[in-house]
C-alpha cells in the first residue's frame, strides 16, 4: 500500500504527526503541546469534511469505473495520512487534559478509553472480514482483551467520578475511534485488496469508497461537537 501511496507521502504522513506526538508528550510546553492537538484535529476534521461536502458530491456524478479510478490514488494516501492525525488529536487531546489537570482520576478512565475504543472496532474489523475464526484476529482480540482489561485493574484503585464535560468528550472520543478504526481503515484496507487482486470488482470499490465518504461526513459532524465540548471544558468548566 505504500508503494501506491508513494512512499514518500506514506513515510511522511506517519512520521511527520508521529514525531510531532513525541516532541508534545516528552519535551514541549503546554502551549506547544496545545498546538500540536489542535492542529492535528483541524487537519483531520477538515480532510473528513471535504471528502464529505466536496469530494463525495463529485465521485457521485463520476461513473463506476471513474470512481474506482479515482479510488485507486486517493485511498492508499487516506490510510497513511488519517490514522496518524487521529491518533495524534485523541491521545495528544487526553493526555493534554491530565497535562492541565481538569481531567481528574485520568488513568482508569483513559484504560477505560482504551478497552471501550479497541473492543468493539476490532469486532467490527472481524466482521468486515469474515475473520472471527482467523487465529491472528482471535489472537489480536484476547491481546487486547486481555492488555486491556489488565491495564483496567492496574488502574481501578485509582478510579473516581470525573466530571461530565469529559465524560461527554470522552464518549465522542469513543465513537470517533471506533467508526474510524473500525470502518473507514478496514473499508480503505479492502479497497486496496480489491486493487491488489488482479481482476478488482469495480462495483465493490466504488461501494466502499462511497460509504467511506459518506462516513467521513459523519465523522466530521462529531468533530465538530467534540470542538464544542471542549471549548465549553476550556472556558466554562469540566
Known amino acids: 500500500m505504500g508503494i501506491r501511496a508513494n512512499p514518500a507521502f506514506a513515510v511522511g504522513a506517519v512520521a511527520v504527526p508521529v514525531a510531532a506526538l513525541v516532541y508534545a508528550l516528552l519535551f514541549a510546553p503546554v502551549v506547544h503541546h ?3 492537538h489542535v492542529m492535528a484535529g483541524v487537519l483531520w476534521t477538515d480532510i473528513d469534511l471535504f471528502i464529505a461536502i466536496v469530494l463525495g458530491p463529485v465521485l457521485g456524478g463520476l461513473s463506476v469505473e471513474a470512481r474506482t479510478a479515482v479510488f485507486e490514488r486517493f485511498t492508499p494516501k487516506m490510510a497513511f495520512l488519517m490514522p496518524s492525525l487521529a ?3 485523541v491521545f495528544g487531546g487526553v493526555t493534554l487534559a491530565d497535562r492541565m489537570g481538569i481531567f481528574p482520576y485520568a488513568d482508569p478512565w483513559i484504560a ?3 478497552l471501550a475504543s ?7 474489523v472481524g466482521w468486515q472480514f469474515d475473520a472471527f475464526a482467523d487465529p491472528r484476529w482471535l489472537a489480536a482480540f484476547a491481546l487486547v482483551l486481555l492488555g486491556g482489561g489488565a491495564s483496567l485493574a492496574v488502574t481501578a484503585s485509582g478510579f473516581g467520578m470525573t466530571g461530565p464535560t469529559i465524560l461527554l468528550a470522552l464518549a465522542i472520543v469513543t465513537v470517533l475511534t471506533v467508526l ?3 470502518v473507514l481503515l478496514p473499508g480503505e484496507v ?3 485488496r480489491q486493487l491488489q487482486s488482479g481482476d478488482p470488482d469495480p462495483d465493490v470499490v466504488s461501494r466502499i469508497g462511497m460509504r467511506n465518504a459518506r ?3 459523519l465523522q466530521g459532524l462529531f468533530q465538530f461537537a467534540i470542538v464544542v465540548v471542549l471549548g465549553y471544558l476550556r472556558w466554562g468548566g469540566f
Open 118 to 124: 479497541t473492543v468493539p472496532a476490532l469486532l467490527l
Open 180 to 182: 474510524g478504526f473500525g
Open 215 to 217: 462516513l467521513s461526513g
Open 112 to 114: 477505560l478509553l482504551a
Open 34 to 36: 496545545s498546538y500540536v
Open 190 to 192: 479492502r479497497i486496496y
Open 87 to 89: 491518533l495524534v488529536t
